[in-house]
Nanobody
Framework: QVQLVESGGGLVQVGGSLRLSCAASGSGFRINDMGWYRQAPGKQRELVATITSGGRTNYADSVKGRFTISRDNGKNTMYLQMNSLKPEDTAVYYC????????????WGQGTQFTVSS
């Protein structure tokens, strides 16, 4: 069974930086596109950034120029480098991936929380 596990959450000050990681584990799978989503208290989950297996990226306007999504296909791991953090970036961040196992399915991680304090 394939699992996605996020790490890297915590507490950071305004203007600070943080890197999140999402590692896929299991066997016999292949990852297609991946992405980061976030959900702030009382709000709907929203897209933060996506990356294809070939490395093409897409960002929400709110994070463009501050966040960078990347992946290491050899390690089945995706990253989100976040700079110039703002209080409105506070949320639970979820990893999402389109993974081929028996067939293609969308997988979600359990989420990692971080808070930007002022």
């Amino acid at each position: 069974q394939v699992q996605l596990v996020e790490s890297g959450g915590g507490l950071v000050q305004v203007g600070g930086s943080l890197r999140l990681s999402c590692a896929a584990s299991g066997s016999g799978f292949r990852i297609n596109d991946m992405g980061w989503y976030r959900q702030a208290p009382g709000k709907q989950r929203e897209l933060v950034a996506t990356i294809t297996s070939g490395g093409r990226t897409n960002y929400a306007d709110s994070v463009k120029g501050r966040f960078t999504i990347s992946r290491d296909n050899g390690k089945n791991t995706m990253y989100l480098q976040m700079n110039s953090l703002k209080p409105e970036d506070t949320a639970v961040y979820y990893c999402n991936a389109n993974i081929f196992n028996v067939g293609y399915s969308r997988y979600w991680g359990q989420g990692t929380q971080f808070t930007v304090s002022s």
